[in-house]
C-alpha cells in the first residue's frame, strides 16, 4: 500500500506524515512528484494558511494539480483533505479575494461568523464533533468527541448531504465534507490525539 502526503510547499506535512506512520505499517512518502501522487494508493493533502496561497502552491509545481485531479476524480482512489486541503476542494474560496477551487464539492470557503461577538477569530482549540448525515467509515465512533480546530474561515457547503459533520461555534461550522471517494477535516487530525488517529487509521481502511 502506498501512502502520500503531497508536498507543496504548506506547513505541517511532516506531522500528518508521522500521524499516518503511527497508524500504519505501510511506507509514507511527502511528495510533490506527480508520478508518485499518480501511483499512491490512499493521498492526503494537507494544508494551513491562506486559501490563495495553498492553490498557487499546487499549481505552481508542474504537473501536480493535474495528478491531484486524476487520481481523485479518474482513478477514484481514496483523498484525505485536511484543513486547507479539504478546503481547496470547494467552488470559490473567499479569502483575500474570490478564487477558484478544484470545484469537486460545491461551496465556498467563507468567513465564520460566529453569534456571539465575543469569541474570538480564528476559532482555535478542542471542539465537539456532530453527526449530520448518513454514517460514514471513515467518522465512525467519532460523533460526540472532541477534536482540535485552527481556522477562520469555513466550508459552507451547497448541497446538504456534502456535509458530514459539524462542530458549534455560536453556530454551525462545517467539520468534514464528503462525496464519493473524496472526504476532507477542517479539524486537523495529526492534533487532534487518539480520535485523530482513528481517523487516519479508518481513512488507510477505507474502500469508496
Known sequence: MKIVVVDYGSGNLRSAAKALERVSD???S???????????DYLVVPG??????????VKAIDGLYDAITDFALNQAKPYLGI??????????????????????????????KPSDPSLKIPQMGWNTLQETGASHPVLDGLAGEDVYFVHS????????????????????????????????????????????????????????
Not at 30 to 40: E, H, I, Q, S, Y
Not at 48 to 57: I, K, R, T
Not at 87 to 95: I, K, N, P, S
Request: proline share 5%; glycine share 10%; with cysteine.
Open 30 to 40: 511527502v511528495t510533490a512528484d506527480p508520478d508518485a501522487v499518480r501511483r499512491a
Open 48 to 57: 494551513q494558511g491562506a486559501f490563495a496561497d495553498c492553490l498557487s502552491g
Open 153 to 208: 474561515y469555513a466550508f459552507e457547503t451547497a448541497q446538504a448531504d456534502h456535509q458530514l459533520m459539524i462542530t458549534d461555534y455560536a453556530g454551525d461550522v462545517t467539520a468534514v465534507v464528503g462525496r464519493d471517494n473524496v472526504i476532507g477535516t477542517q479539524f486537523h487530525p495529526e492534533k487532534s490525539q487518539t480520535m485523530g488517529l482513528k481517523l487516519l487509521s479508518q481513512f488507510l481502511t477505507w474502500k469508496p
Open 83 to 112: 484543513c486547507v486541503g479539504m478546503q481547496l476542494m470547494a467552488t470559490r474560496g473567499l479569502e483575500h479575494g474570490v478564487h477558484d477551487g478544484f470545484g469537486w464539492i460545491p461551496g465556498d470557503i467563507a468567513p465564520i
Open 26 to 28: 505501510a511506507p509514507v
